[in-house]
């Protein structure tokens, strides 16, 4: 059997570095797909049709730190509503769910459109207001400027966003585990979901 865990979630709610370490703990391979949808945001910033955009996307491009910046991640959050879009970037996404040797996948329609039959579901979600520190504290570390009031805000509008559109909303699948991470550390989360993960395995 296929072995894919499906992790889904809001905006800096710690999905990345979760789900890096469950796939180095499982040995499976890790797609953040958030990726995708920034490199098409990126495309689309330097003045490109966001569907052609997605349709011609390379894996090479995901490979870019310039598209960890706030400018992107609002761009993306802007094309990730378009239905064609969305519907470009499937097949790559399944197609690494499919890997042998097991796959991570963390995104925000994982487990409910991409990969509804993924062996192990989780929806890792916090409060709005530590989402937003703890981007703001990445920001800082990464020597960029940041303001906490503005991140907070655009934290709240990218969640309004993905939960409202038409299109693959933001929503737990019905069978996904959530696990709220506002008053867990990166190892507590990870040692919970690895339970988790290891009960289903
Ligand atoms: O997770 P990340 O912040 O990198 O995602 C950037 C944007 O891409 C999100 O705000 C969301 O709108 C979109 N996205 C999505 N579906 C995914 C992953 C990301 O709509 N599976």
């Known amino acids: 059997m296929k072995m894919t865990v499906a992790v889904d979630g809001p905006a800096a709610a710690g999905k990345g570095t979760l789900s890096k370490a469950l796939a180095a703990h499982f040995g499976f391979a890790h797609l953040d797909t958030g990726l995708l949808y920034r490199a098409v945001g ?7 049709d966001p569907i052609k955009v997605a349709q011609t996307l390379e894996p090479a491009a995901l490979d870019n ?3 960890r910046t706030q ?47 993924a062996t192990v579901k989780l929806f890792v979600t916090a409060s709005a207001e530590t989402r937003a520190e703890r981007r703001y504290l990445e920001l800082v570390n ?3 400027t940041a303001d906490r009031a503005a991140i907070l805000q655009e934290v709240r509008a990218r969640d309004d966003r ?31 979901a690895i339970a988790i993960i290891s009960e289903r395995m």
């Open 142 to 144: 990464a020597g960029q």
């Open 42 to 48: 990126a495309g689309v910033l330097a003045g490109g």
């Open 65 to 67: 730190p310039a598209l």
């Open 71 to 117: 400018a992107v991640a609002e761009a993306a959050s802007q094309i990730a509503v378009i239905a064609e879009v969305r519907q470009a970037l499937v097949d790559f996404q399944r197609d690494f769910a499919a890997r042998d040797g097991g796959a991570v996948l963390d995104g925000r329609d994982i487990g409910t459109v991409i990969c509804p039959d």
């Open 162 to 192: 993905d939960a409202n559109r038409a299109t693959a909303p933001l929503r737990p699948a019905d069978d996904a585990v959530t696990l709220d991470t506002s008053d867990l550390t990166a190892d507590q989360a990870r040692a919970r």
